[in-house]
């Protein structure tokens, strides 16, 4: 594995656009707002609160994770972003009803000014939504290139010098591997011919990515999971990432679903079924929208417990996910599971969790930590995949960006 030279320091201002200026979007920018004015603390966000340690436990070496690496300042970040509606960001705040009115009224003179760009949407990939403030273009491919001329615009206004887009919009509709995302030509090729399989969010991902800006993905989309533009990003030095926030009842499983694979506890089934009132759960109250969010939600106890090596364990798991579509839920979205576990000698228990939580205040912490970690991957030169942003941040790789040992849990060093 190549070495790293240089991290390069964050000079000037970074660039943040929301793809989706909604209930995610507007609770992240109004908390960074609030957290840099000393108004309210970062709770959630690794980049802000964590530590990492350093050498042997015995060492007592461990600072800030801020202080360790050349993260971006929270205020340096400059924001903008699309989106279907031509709310300002403090209207789309208000609208979703995530922030309390003492939040809100501290944030309405930042937020009123963060107006959204005109959105490259297609109601035929997120159904239960019609926007009027929408890009027009003859074909898929001068809609991305109206993406790119606005991330250079915003860029130019703002003078800032360096930029990261993430996505914060909705789920779109399940897409299957095409031949079409085969290879940046093929790609280019369909987004000329307005081919089906390209998806807006995929616009949005070739035009930051052929920009030279890193992308997220917030949601379950298909999106930048293609040869295509896993390739571009290779090719133009961006680094990636993202497959949903996973804030609430997914969440939960990425949580309890390595305990019970490190403690080799059997799984007969996990049924899981939610209620939410926000415009998520509108969306996904189409059926294919709730395909693609269903097969994230699926694929996740599969990546975690890997039936294929635990057969007796997690071959035969029935795993059940329903979404409820529940307006007076707002925001705060309610889960409950049930999961059917086995233990020694295959005796039979059950664990049933009621998780009522709030998804964009889940959600906005790890919006920060994407974005200043993309920032920080691109400064030090890495590109495509960063694997290490996946499930739960992985601080080997900040130890190994710094030069720093890596920590392997053997413990021998303190014995031998």
């Not at 995302?181 to 399989?197: D, R």
């Amino acid at each position: 594995m190549r070495r790293l030279s240089a991290i390069a320091p964050p000079k000037g201002k970074l660039g943040v656009l929301t793809v989706g200026m909604g209930a995610v979007a507007t609770t992240f920018m109004a908390g960074v707002d609030l957290v840099r004015r000393k108004k309210a603390k970062p709770v959630g966000s690794l980049t802000q609160l964590g530590t990492i340690r350093l050498g042997k436990r015995t060492d007592g070496r461990s600072p800030s994770i801020q202080d360790f690496v050349p993260l971006e300042k929270l205020e340096n970040i400059v924001f903008g972003g699309w989106d279907i509606f031509p709310d300002t960001a403090y209207e789309a705040a208000k609208n979703a009803a995530v922030l309390g009115p003492e939040h809100l009224a501290e944030v309405k003179k930042f937020l009123s000014k963060i107006r959204p760009m005109k959105a490259a949407f297609d109601q035929n990939y997120v159904k239960k939504l019609s926007g009027t403030h929408v890009k027009k273009g003859r074909t898929k491919y001068d809609l991305a290139l109206q993406i790119r001329d606005d991330i250079q615009k915003f860029q130019k206004k703002n003078r800032v010098s360096r930029t990261v887009v993430i996505w914060c919009g909705s789920t779109e509709i399940f897409l299957k591997p095409h031949a079409v995302y085969a290879t940046p030509e093929t790609f280019v090729a369909a987004m000329k011919g307005n081919h089906a399989a390209i998806a807006p969010s995929m616009l949005y991902a070739w035009a930051a990515i052929t920009s030279g800006v890193p992308f997220a993905n917030g949601a379950p989309n298909l999106t930048v999971d293609v040869p295509a533009l896993t390739g571009l990003a290779r090719q133009h030095g961006v680094p990636i990432c993202g497959k949903d926030f996973k804030t609430g009842q997914t969440l939960m499983k990425t949580i309890l679903a390595p305990g019970f694979k490190a403690r080799l506890l059997g799984m007969n089934g996990w049924f899981s079924t939610n209620i939410l009132g926000n415009r998520d759960g509108e969306v996904l109250d189409d059926p294919e929208s709730f395909k693609t969010k269903e097969e994230s939600k699926l694929g996740v106890l599969e990546y975690i417990l890997q039936p294929k090596l635990y057969p007796d364990l997690y071959g035969k798991i029935h795993h059940k996910v329903r979404i409820n579509y529940y307006p007076p839920r707002g925001d705060n979205k309610e889960g409950w599971d049930n999961i059917d576990i086995f233990g020694w000698l295959g005796y039979p228990m059950q664990i049933k969790v009621d998780f009522l939580c709030r998804d964009s205040i889940l959600a906005a912490p790890i919006v920060l930590d994407l974005v200043l970690f993309l920032d920080l991957a691109k400064r030090a030169g890495m590109r495509g995949i960063q694997e290490w942003l996946s499930f739960y941040f992985k601080k080997n790789t900040l130890r190994w960006m710094m030069g720093e040992g890596l920590i392997t849990h053997l413990g021998q060093e303190y014995y031998d």
